[in-house]
């Protein structure tokens, strides 16, 4: 018998409801506190006399803040007008882009990659050079994914041979870093080290003790003054059941002990119930993902690192086709938002697949089943995408009128961003953001 939307509310939401109080107490102390800083700007007239009682608005137009989805079905429709359509939409919701870097896909011929935006088309898998130009139309933060991930090798590669791989390796690395460095968002190192138990089928690198050194060893040799991550799928409710004894809290520790150059500490947020298995079946499987206190417990305890981090992949299912069944993806992605973004180390969350139908798909493992996205695949948004959007633009936005004081000074908070000063005479930009030299003072004479 299938499920009724009051048991699939009563699994996903149930212990959310349960810790309202405690997770609203703390998120919204939070992201007052993390997210947000104290603005100070002072009117002047043109014999230097303070402008008392002048009304002005200030508007957020950016935040700094990076709320983004990975960019794998730019241009990669059949239809021009879907192509459009994706272009679109992908510019009003998001301020960032994972470009796939997949080496399969970049360098599917030997000596060939497809960096330029007008190389052959390969599914899912956009050339970088037309992502980071669409990312430059559009004031969008471009990262890449990924430089080290066996999942994906081009079949010519010699994977037996050790030293003949790490020689590939490097010459990857540089490349990509000759091309690119500079003009990322951040780089991605290595992906998902814990979780795939059939590394070794793969190459014989994924049985080497020290990998992830090498790898970041290998990038730091060349991506010099850009941000590197490490990635890793779905620990946060291992984090808060095992809290310091995780593998993945214990092989930072340790990496980090040994001078690794880790710049920036990601973990992936797929809840794939469906992918392989009936929605039904599976859902209680990730009930852990449903807990807030989990949720920052499992954060928590990376954030002891002391490092910056990030939710880099982030999938929600809709577990039916009922707009009721949408309204509970779109309140898991509320509750969830919410917690990460109130965590003061977190820089970045990742949305994955955002258009249905669009998503990774084999004969035994297919995420289109999670009906994981934000879009309908006429890329009109689902109750979801409405909800991201006014998180992202109502209410973490800070849009006031304001009126000076007796020396012409308006004192606010505001969230981390850019910013248009309404005079009503004159337009002004400034900014508001997180440990800048001046204080985010600003004189107007």
Known sequence: MAMTIKEKREICLSKFEEKRAETEKRTSADIEKYRKGRCRIQLKDQNGNPVVGKKIRVCQKTHDFKYGANIFMLDGFEKKEDNEAYREIFSRYFNLA????????????????????????????????LCLDYCQEKGIAGKLHCLFYESFLPDW?????????????????????ERYSGKLYEVEVINEMLCESGWKTQSVLCGERDIVERCFALASKYF?????????????????KQD??????MQLDMLLSHGTPIDKIGVQNHIF??????????????EGYFDPENIFRG?????????????TEVTIPTLGDTPEDEELQAELLKEMYTIWFSIPSM???VYWNTVEGTAHATPNWNENNCRGGLFHRD????????????????????????????????DFRGFYGEYTLDLGTEMRSFGIHKDVDAGNEIIVP
Request: proline content about 8%; hydrophobic content about 40%.
């Open 98 to 129: 994972t470009i796939p870097f997949y080496w399969q896909g970049l360098e599917p011929e030997k000596g060939k990659p497809r960096y330029a935006a007008d190389s052959v088309k390969v599914p899912r898998r956009p050339a970088p050079d």
């Open 157 to 177: 590669l010699p994977k037996q041979d050790a030293a003949a791989m790490w020689k590939y390796y490097e010459k990857r690395f540089s490349e990509i870093a």
């Open 224 to 240: 010099t003054d850009d941000t590197l991550v490490i990635n890793e799928a779905n620990q946060i409710p291992l984090l808060a």
């Open 244 to 249: 310091y004894r995780n593998a993945y809290f």
């Open 273 to 286: 119930t469906g992918a392989a298995g009936p929605q039904e079946e599976t859902i209680r499987e990730a």
């Open 299 to 311: 954060l928590d305890v990376l954030a002891a690192l002391g490092k910056p981090l990030e939710i």
């Open 347 to 349: 820089r970045t969350i």
């Open 379 to 410: 890329f009109t948004p689902k109750k979801s995408g409405q909800m991201l959007k006014k998180l992202f633009d109502e209410v973490w936005h800070t849009e006031l009128e304001l009126v000076t004081d007796e020396h012409g000074i308006v």
